[in-house]
């Protein structure tokens, strides 16, 4: 009688060791799947970061495009001022000294 006490008690930590270590791999793949999602979230975390970086860089770049043109425009409108301003003033200048 004995020894069948001492089998059971065999068996049933036999038992009790293949329930903690299918507790553990359980554990252990909650723990990996934790670290998976948290790992996908920073990676889009990095990805919007990115996004946002280069959305504005662009909208820098196209800002300065956009004051380069108003810079060259204004330039060729200046430009375009003074060629009206010397042509009126050489037709309306006085004849240099002619000589007699």
Same mark, same amino acid.
């Given at each position: 009688?004995?020894?069948?006490?001492?089998?059971?008690?065999?068996?049933?930590?036999?038992i009790?060791?293949?329930?903690?270590a299918?507790?553990?791999?359980?554990?252990?793949?909650?723990?990996?799947? %934790?670290?998976?999602?948290?790992?996908?979230?920073?990676?889009?975390?990095?990805?919007?970061?990115?996004?946002?970086?280069?959305?504005?860089?662009?909208?820098?770049?196209?800002?300065?495009?956009?004051?380069?043109?108003? %810079?060259?425009?204004?330039?060729?409108?200046?430009?375009?001022?003074?060629?009206?301003?010397?042509? %009126?003033?050489?037709?309306?200048a006085?004849?240099?000294?002619?000589?007699?």
């Open positions: 009688q004995f020894a069948s006490l001492e089998g059971q008690l065999r068996i049933a930590q036999e009790e060791r293949a329930s903690e299918k507790d553990e791999r359980r554990r252990q793949g909650e723990e990996a799947k %934790t670290a998976a999602r948290e790992e996908r979230m920073q990676k889009q975390q990095a990805r919007k970061i990115s996004k946002a970086l280069r959305k504005a860089r662009l909208v820098e770049e196209g800002k300065r495009v956009v004051a380069a043109k108003r %810079t060259a425009d204004r330039e060729e409108r200046r430009s375009e001022r003074q060629h009206k301003r010397r042509k %009126t003033a050489v037709q309306f006085l004849p240099k000294d002619q000589p007699d």
